[in-house]
């Protein structure tokens, strides 16, 4: 790692050296997730839900080459600002790429556990989870976050994969790749903005200390991979799944009718959800992401 374009915070590099608790934090939520400020103002209200909870936040990003482990208010702000285009959108398939050129870029799930791991942070919080996308027999279009999930030993919190994705097919692609996946508080698969997917969900574990002891004996036992840890929408933020879910067909149909593909797929169903819902899905997002960064804290300061 010596040998890496990688810097960290003072924060972040004083809580690492004493270990204490660290809690990664993805880029992408920021920069092609919320628009501008409430962007800015849901990454410091979850870094200071994550510092309530007894941990050091760590957001990660590539700036001009180097990958950032932890982001000063400065910095979060010009990533929340960003003009649409100039940074990019960092998967496996990029990250190091954009390292090598230079250039500036927003870490996905994926990208945000690879530097994590080279960090030696073991938890990270997030939203919500890629997935296989529908119509995946026509497109291929599956997110690599599912198989960094099967090789990079990182506990994530999420509220699920995101509602938007063929959740069936994204649970048994994460069975076949030996990913466990841990609900929270619950028997069933929450999805994303709703508590309930209609899926049971394949572990169940309520307490923080546990699901950090599960991480610890994957790597005792040398298992490969990393835990996804999938916690419910507070009750009070959630959108139903009957009321939601129509709303998904409607924007998805509008992605087809106008070419949507690819990397730009997610960002446009947000966008589209969130002008259908008249802004109620930013506000269960914003509502998810802070309850997962609570939790991630506890399972941090357990040991995870």
């Known amino acids: 790692m010596t040998d890496l374009p990688i810097s960290f915070t003072a924060e972040v590099r004083a809580a690492l050296d004493q270990g204490r608790p660290v809690v990664a934090l993805e880029s992408t939520i920021i920069t092609h997730g919320m628009p501008f400020p409430q962007n800015l103002e849901m990454a410091r209200d979850v870094e200071a839900e994550i510092r309530a909870g007894g ?15 932890g982001l000063d208010d400065a910095a979060l702000e010009r990533f929340a600002q960003s003009p649409e285009g100039t940074v990019m959108k960092l998967s496996r398939a990029d990250l190091a790429a954009c390292v090598a050129t230079g250039r500036t870029g927003a870490t996905t799930v994926a990208a945000t556990m690879i530097c994590a ?18 119509g995946v027999e026509d497109t ?42 841990i609900a929270v508080g619950q028997d069933a698969l929450p999805a994303f903005w709703s508590r309930d997917s209609g899926l049971p969900a394949p572990l169940r574990m309520d307490d923080p200390a546990q699901i ?29 799944r009957a009321e939601i879910m129509p709303v998904v067909e409607q924007a998805l149909a509008d992605a087809a009718a106008q070419g949507i593909a690819a990397k730009d797929v997610t960002p446009f169903l947000l966008d589209r959800i969130y002008a259908l819902t008249e802004g109620r899905s930013l506000v269960a997002n914003t509502a998810l992401v802070l309850n997962n960064a609570r939790l991630a804290a506890r399972i941090a300061a357990a040991g995870a």
């Not at 760590?58 to 700036?63: F, G, R, S, W």
């Not at 999930?149 to 938007?164: D, P, R």
């Open 140 to 181: 291929m279009d599956v997110s690599a976050d599912l198989h960094e999930l099967a090789q990079t030993a990182v506990t994530v919190v999420s509220a699920g994969a995101k509602a938007i994705l063929d959740l069936p097919r994204t649970l048994e692609l994460l069975e076949t790749l030996g990913v466990p996946v």
């Open 117 to 134: 791991a080279l960090a030696g942070i073991r938890v990270f919080a997030t939203g919500g989870i890629g997935g296989v996308h529908r």
């Open 212 to 240: 950090a002891a599960s991480a610890r004996m994957r790597r005792a036992m040398g298992l490969p991979g990393g835990q996804l840890v999938v916690n419910p929408i507070p009750e009070d933020a959630e959108i139903a």
């Open 55 to 69: 941990a050091v936040p760590a957001t990660i990003a590539v700036i001009d080459g180097t990958i950032r482990i």
